[in-house]
């Protein structure tokens, strides 16, 4: 048993691991710093597969430990996945390239390993391009370690001796780290940033009634530090996501399938949907995950058309909808649900951002968060019932929202603190609320949950 750690930990600080660990954390360094935070980057789709596969289970207990605090292990774990395996390949390219060079005098391990990692990158992303980022940085290493300059059996360059391997392991690795710093800002920089075009300039939609209602709400918002206005900006409305990317659909080539118990099946595109009438209202969004007091309900003005335009004039029959998206994301709702919610396009005015769905989102009024589905592909209208995403991992959020009052400012005064409660938002306190939340806390525990797995 003592042997067999003693070989382990020899193999695992051996300078052949050492290479490859370093050679793979340097090639996910290279993948952001060419790609961004986009799907180009190795990382991306890695989520998207460790997002479908954990176990409900596991995402749950996970967040019942660690709170919100779940999201940054799950991008620890799949960020300690997608550098596994590119340090797998690079350690095999290592291996191979031993065989063929075994002085390491011609320096064939460095375009194997190069290529090692530019093919996995490209296997990831299918970006052969920019995964070049990934290859030269896991190419990078090697030259650093190996040095085919130095010659042992030559007078002149001193030798290769043990102290001298380690001192190269050791000096790789501190280039290792600075690379990663570095390719975190050149990463950041190649993110795109998010831009707010206005509706009218991409989709012919008059902007003047979105301007109307955000005008009343600005008026009738309270003047309270702290609490927020009525309605939320861009950029401060959250987000709760299963990826960690958000899609990146183009508008241009978007379609909406509508498919299922239907006379007819229809595929709209996004010039057809923005040509239809369309409609302009305040919804709000809550997350069933919120923890108490906590801030993810947010407040925009809407537009988009109503969802029983689809239905007539696919001429559906089914009882019940589902709505699927990009992400590998769905919700499942009544019919009678679905008759009243809107397929929207346009957030405050703007077109709707990539965050919130771009280019095409559902909103069902007065219902919680996971039901209004973003990245719509298609609508598939069903006779049975089935589970959505967050239903099938134990959570039930396709029913009304509850009404809450939330305590967001103080105002301290001689005689002590006072609560100031912010104007309640257009939920309305419904019967059959508390039904629905206890049967939500006795599924799953009162804890937020997906929040860990959104993004702030
Ligand atoms: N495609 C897709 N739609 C989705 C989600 C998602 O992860 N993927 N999250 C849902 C959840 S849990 C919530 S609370 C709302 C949040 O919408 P927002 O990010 O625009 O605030 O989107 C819902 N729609
Ligand atoms: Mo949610």
């Known amino acids: 048993m003592r042997a067999v750690l003693g070989r382990l930990l020899r193999l695992v600080t051996s300078r052949w691991a050492l290479t490859a660990v370093l050679a793979g954390m340097a090639a996910v360094a290279g993948s952001f710093a060419a790609a961004g935070l986009t799907e180009d980057f190795a990382f991306t789709p ?16 996970t967040l019942d430990t ?3 605090y779940g999201q940054y292990i799950n991008m620890a774990f799949t960020l300690g996945v997608t550098t596994a395996l590119f340090v797998g390949v690079s350690g095999a390219a290592l291996a191979v390239g031993r065989l063929v060079d075994p002085d390491r005098l011609r320096g064939a391990r460095i375009p194997m390993v190069g290529l090692a990692a530019w093919g996995m990158a490209v296997f990831l ?8 980022g990934a290859g030269a940085a896991a190419a990078a290493v090697v030259i650093l370690v190996d040095r085919p300059w130095h010659d042992e059996l030559s007078v002149k360059s001193g030798g290769r001796w043990p102290d001298e391997d380690r001192r190269a392991v050791l000096q790789t690795s501190a280039g290792v780290v600075g690379f990663a710093g570095a390719s975190y800002f050149l990463g950041s920089y190649r993110t795109p940033q998010q831009e707010f075009p206005e509706l009218d300039v991409v989709s012919g939609v008059g902007i003047s009634e979105p301007e109307e209602l955000l005008n009343e ?17 861009i950029g401060s409305f959250y987000t709760v996501d299963i990826a960690t990317v958000a899609p990146r659909i183009n508008a241009d080539s978007w379609e909406l399938d509508v498919t299922g118990s239907v006379d007819s099946e229809l595929t709209i595109s996004y010039d057809e949907l923005t040509d239809m009438d369309a409609d302009h209202r305040f919804s709000t969004l809550r997350c069933v995950g919120e923890e108490l007091n906590a801030r993810k309900m947010d407040n925009a003005v809407w537009t988009g058309v109503p969802a029983s335009r689809l239905s007539e004039q696919a001429g559906a029959s089914g009882n019940h909808v589902a709505m699927r998206a990009d992400d590998d994301y769905w919700n499942v709702v009544p019919r009678e649900v679905f008759e009243q919610a809107y397929i929207i396009y346009g957030m405050n005015g703007n077109v709707l951002p990539r965050e919130h769905g771009h280019p095409v989102r559902v909103i069902v009024p007065g219902h919680w968060g996971e039901t209004n589905v973003k ?3 298609e609508i598939e209208f069903l006779e049975e019932d089935t589970q959505g995403y967050w239903e099938e991992r134990g959570w039930d959020g396709t029913g009304e929202v ?3 009052a939330k305590i967001w400012a103080t105002t301290e005064t001689g005689s002590g603190h006072h609560a100031r409660r912010p104007r309640s938002r257009r939920h309305r306190r419904r019967p059959g609320c508390r039904d629905i939340a206890r049967r939500r806390r006795e599924l799953a ?6 929040a860990a797995l959104g993004r702030r």
């Open 125 to 132: 992303t299918g970006a052969p391009l920019l995964s070049v």
């Open 46 to 61: 890695v989520s998207s597969v460790v997002v479908q596969y954990t176990p409900g289970v596991i995402i749950n207990t």
């Open 445 to 450: 525990g009162d804890r937020d949950h997906r």
């Open 217 to 233: 709400a600005e008026e009738k918002s309270f003047d309270i530090p702290d609490s927020p206005d009525l309605v939320s900006q």
């Open 66 to 68: 660690f709170g919100n």
């Open 375 to 377: 990245w719509l592909q």
């Open 402 to 404: 509850c009404g809450v």
